[in-house]
Structure formats: structure tokens, C-alpha cells
């Protein structure tokens, strides 16, 4: 009886942690920063802003989302310079890397532009 009890734990502790693991994987964080675009760097789109030590840091995005691509054409060089609001979103996706290995990979998309 008293191993059914340990099993029964383990088994519950094990399924916790496993629901755990899945759902930070999936967390998606959504920021706001204020920056200057600076132009495509690698089919990135790359803004200019103040850290929090004000210092200027470089933020590259992986994607944008459709309804900012239709409000501001960011592959225009005319838009380098431009101040924006951006809200943005943070996931880690994974990724299978050359050793067969699962990896995780942050990917950042541009969610909202506001223009300043």
C-alpha cells in the first residue's frame, strides 16, 4: 500500500512538472519600447532605444504582424529615422539544432506601430 502512495506521488509530481515546462514554453511576453527605425539588417527590421541605464541599444525583430505592416511600409528606406512606439511580442520557439538537439529560440514580432 505504502508503495502505491510514492508511485501515486511520483506520478503526480511528474505530470506537474512536465505541465510546467509546457506552459512556459508557450508564455508569450508583450513589451513596449520607444524607437528610431534604423533600416532591414538581415531581413530583420532594427530599431535604435534607450535601455534602462540610458543607454542606446539596438532591438532586432524577426516578424511583424499584418496589421503593422499595413499601417507603415518598413521596407521603404524613406521610413529610416522614423520614431515609433513599438509593442511587440517575445516567444521562445523551438528549434532543432545541427546536433539533433532541441533548442530555444527568442522571436520577436512587431504587433503595433505608432508613429511619433
Do not use: H, R, W
Not at 500500500?1 to 506521488?9: A, L
Not at 506520478?11 to 513589451?31: G, K, P
Request: charge should be negative.
Amino acid at each position: 500500500m505504502k508503495k502505491i502512495k510514492v508511485v501515486s506521488f511520483f506520478l503526480v509530481a511528474f505530470l506537474f512538472c512536465s505541465y510546467t515546462a509546457v506552459a512556459q514554453e508557450e508564455e508569450e511576453d508583450v513589451l513596449t519600447i520607444t524607437g528610431t527605425f534604423t533600416g532591414m539588417e538581415k531581413g530583420m527590421f532594427a530599431f535604435t532605444f534607450k535601455d534602462v541605464d540610458g543607454e542606446e541599444s539596438t532591438i532586432d525583430f524577426d516578424k511583424i504582424s499584418p496589421e503593422a505592416k499595413q499601417l507603415f511600409d518598413l521596407t521603404n528606406k524613406e521610413m529610416i529615422g522614423s520614431k515609433f512606439v513599438v509593442t511587440y511580442s517575445n516567444v521562445n520557439e523551438e528549434e532543432e539544432g545541427a546536433d539533433g538537439e532541441i533548442e530555444y529560440v527568442s522571436v520577436k514580432t512587431i504587433l503595433t506601430l505608432k508613429k511619433l
